[in-house]
């Protein structure tokens, strides 16, 4: 796939444009644009954007005592989602910018649209990190890659959602998709197994993508009697930390609201070895309906 992408902005802004993708089964799921590939192609993308900000024409990243260093997210958003309206043979069309929103934060924002018409917009904040201890994922230091580019202070892009993502690391928030922060208690839970063959990346963590999967996982366990024509249009995952390989993860929900067309939820995932919370989620879908390739 090419990528063109411009050159860094003194304020450490850039933007990416890249060619249409014509979908087929890889990018599509039961009712329309699989939601699991998006976050991974995006991902792989932020990565990508990440290194040309960087001024690499591959992505490798280190810190000043040449110790590698890996993106690692903290916050994903994905609003206004239409999956539902993408079907085989569909023209999908991702355009991304990325800007240094701190000193160690980086955020993108890429909008998706099938055959010109929006069908979502995902924003991924990430920081780098690096392990203290080698393959020990419960080990992880904030870190600083050398040389970074220019930061200039009081950049308006994204700083929102960082907020939100700094507000949720901290535990510091009040009440978010009419769900408040004290009132967390769970009325449902389920054991999660990581499979480390199809839950992990390449750079040993459980990959942020898997989230989501393991989310919609849990939530069939829980409530299959909802059925299956349900498609996410928001979701929302605040990162705070990963397992090792053999972990296993707690998935409890927390708060839920039901329509007759649509349902929300928030759900926070804990650390079964130590019970340390690594995630809160929300998520919002609706009722989907399948679409004939046209």
Partial sequence: ????????????????????????????????????????????????????????????FRDGEGTTLYATFTGLSLTGARLDRVAEHDQLDIAGRIVRISRTQYLSTQTVHANGAPVGTVTLQSIFLKRAVAGDNHSVLRAVPHPAPLF?????????????CQGFRRDNWEAHRDFRRERRHPDGEIVVDPCPAADFNGAGFLYFASFPAILDRADWA????????????????FYYG?????????????????????????????RESDGKRIADAFWTKAKGARRSAG
């Avoid at 089964?25 to 991902?43: F, R, V």
């Fill in 1 to 60: 796939m090419a990528v063109a992408l411009t050159r860094p902005m003194p304020s450490g802004l850039l933007t990416d444009t890249l060619r249409p993708i014509t979908v087929g089964m890889p990018q599509l799921a039961l009712h329309g644009l699989s939601e699991i590939w998006l976050l991974k192609d995006c991902g792989h993308r932020h990565w990508l954007m990440l290194a040309e900000l960087f001024g690499q024409p591959l992505p490798d």
């Fill in 152 to 164: 200039v202070p009081g950049s308006p892009d994204g700083l929102p959602f960082a907020s939100l």
């Fill in 222 to 237: 829980l409530e299959r009697s909802a059925g299956a024509d349900w498609v996410t249009t928001d979701r929302e995952i």
């Fill in 242 to 270: 990963n397992i090792n390989p053999g972990d296993r993860l707690i998935v409890r929900r927390c708060g839920a609201r039901d329509g007759a067309d649509r349902r929300t939820r928030w759900v926070d995932i804990l």
